[in-house]
């Protein structure tokens, strides 16, 4: 993927919106490109900072370019927390002609026989939770209202042709405790009671196990690109 976005642009001075703990910007700068970060949480900034990224601090539809202008803005994760339409304005406003924008999503897809057993433990523990109530969440046509705000977003500036959309696709093997590690993580799970979430833990531990201890993730990785015409 990053290659590809590096293979349809001149230059390599890459804006990073959301930057987080860099893991989205390591292989751009290890391509050889200069990455900025934008955040708007302090903590992710000194954390970056203290990784050897420049990052400032500000919502990007708040942040300040200073006339300072890039070859690629990238958002990897970030772009359904951004005002689909100010963001795409402020990206038009920072890209120099011919550059992109960049903005990506990776979308799980569990294998169908554990997606049903891991569903069944939700039904459990938290009847009225939405995470895998109607099937395993994931896939790309569970994204396609996100997409389709970034595509209108990108239109509404005036500076991009019609949005390209790219997909990779890629796999990531988990052990039971990596997986098990990301469980808390994933929207809503923040706000389930403490013995309720160990209880979801517990339950999501044991059909793993029954897997053999692991199973192997599909991702798809949905890129929609843009490249600034004026």
Known sequence: MVDAILASVEGG???DVGIGTGIFARPFQQAGCHVLGVDPDERMADFEQKSGFAVEIAKFEEWEPAGRTFDIVIAGQTWHWVDPVLGAAKAG???RLGGRIALF????SFPPDLAELFSAVYRRVLPQFPFFQ???PGGIESYSPLLERT???LRATGRVPEPEQWTFEWERPYTRDEWLEQVPTFGGHSQIPPE??????????DVV???GGGFTMGYTAVVVVATCNS
């Not at 999503?105 to 799980?108: A, G, K, S």
């Not at 309720?196 to 531990?205: K, T």
Request: no cysteine.
């Open 93 to 95: 406003e920072v890209l």
């Open 209 to 211: 196990d029954v897997a």
């Open 151 to 153: 595509v209108d977003g």
């Open 196 to 205: 309720q979430l160990a209880d979801l833990i517990s339950g999501i531990g």
């Open 134 to 136: 109607n099937g395993a």
């Open 13 to 15: 001075d890459v804006l």
């Open 105 to 108: 999503w990776n979308v799980m």
